[in-house]
C-alpha cells in the first residue's frame, strides 16, 4: 500500500498530482490513500510517521518546502520524498535531505509515472523485511516496518500496524526473538514497541503513535538504553 503525503498550498496542482497518483495505482492494482497538507507548519505539527512517500511543494508560505524537508529528517529518516516545483535549480540540493526525485511544474502524468516507479521500487526493497503471520488457515506477511507494538493478550500475541490489529498464537518471546536487531524494545512484559513510532518518554510512560504505555520498573533501564541507541544510530 502507498500511504502518500502531499505538501502543497496550491489547490490546483495538488488535485492534478492526486489525480494522477490515482490513474497510477488503478493501472498498477495499488492500494494507495492520499493526506493533504496545506503548508509546512501543518504538516510537521501534524506529522506521524506512517508515510512512506511524501510529495513535497518547494515554494510555499512561512516556511519552504527544503526547510520544512530538514525539520522532517530530524523525526523520520526513511521515508521517501518528492519535490515538487516550478524551477529544478530549486530542488538539486535535494540530497541534503536525502530526496529520491523531483518533478518540475507543470508535471505530466508521463512525468509522475517515472517518478513513481522509482519511488515504489525503493519502497519495495525497503519493505522486504517481512514477518509471517499464521492467522487460523490464513498465513499473513507484515512488513516490519509497519508494525508499531505488539501487545501480550491472552496467551496470544496482537500486532498492532497502521492498517489493521493481528491475534495470533504465539509468545512475545519469540516474536522477540525474531525481531532481534529489528529496532524493537520492550518496555514491560506485555509491550513490544518499534522503536521508530516512540513520540515521548515521560517518567513511567512512552507515547507511541499516539498511544500511552506503562515502562516497568525492570524493563527501565534497558528500555532506556535501546531508545538511545536506536535514535544514536539513526
Request: glycine share 2%; proline share 2%.
Amino acid at each position: 500500500m502507498l500511504n502518500i503525503a502531499i505538501v502543497d498550498d496550491e489547490a490546483a496542482a495538488f488535485q492534478l498530482l492526486s489525480s494522477m497518483i490515482e490513474d497510477y495505482c488503478k493501472k498498477y492494482v495499488i492500494h494507495f490513500q492520499i493526506t493533504r497538507f496545506h503548508n509546512g507548519i501543518e504538516f510537521l505539527e501534524n506529522y506521524k510517521p506512517c508515510f512512506n512517500l511524501i510529495f513535497m511543494d518547494i515554494d510555499m508560505p512561512h516556511i519552504n518546502g527544503m526547510k520544512t524537508a530538514q525539520q522532517l529528517r530530524k523525526i523520520d529518516t526513511k521515508v521517501q520524498l518528492v519535490f515538487v516545483t516550478k524551477l529544478a535549480k530549486f530542488a538539486i540540493n535535494g540530497y541534503e535531505v536525502d530526496a529520491t526525485s523531483f518533478i518540475i511544474k507543470p508535471f505530466t502524468y508521463f512525468m509522475v509515472e517515472n517518478c513513481l516507479n522509482k519511488v515504489c521500487k525503493k519502497i519495495s526493497q525497503s519493505a522486504s523485511h517481512v514477518i509471517i503471520l499464521s492467522v487460523g488457515s490464513t498465513i499473513k506477511k507484515i512488513p516490519v516496518d509497519e508494525i508499531i507494538y505488539i501487545e501480550v493478550m491472552n496467551h496470544s500475541c496482537v500486532f498492532h500496524s497502521f492498517y489493521e490489529n493481528i491475534k495470533v498464537r504465539r509468545t512475545l518471546k519469540s516474536v522477540e526473538e525474531e525481531l532481534n536487531d529489528s529496532g524493537f524494545s520492550r518496555c514491560n512484559s506485555c509491550y513490544l514497541i518499534n522503536l521508530k513510532y516512540v513520540e515521548k518518554i515521560d517518567a513511567d510512560m512512552v507515547l507511541i503513535n499516539g498511544t500511552s504505555l506503562i515502562i516497568s520498573r525492570l524493563k527501565k533501564k534497558k528500555f532506556l538504553e535501546d531508545v538511545t541507541n536506536y535514535y544514536g544510530e539513526n
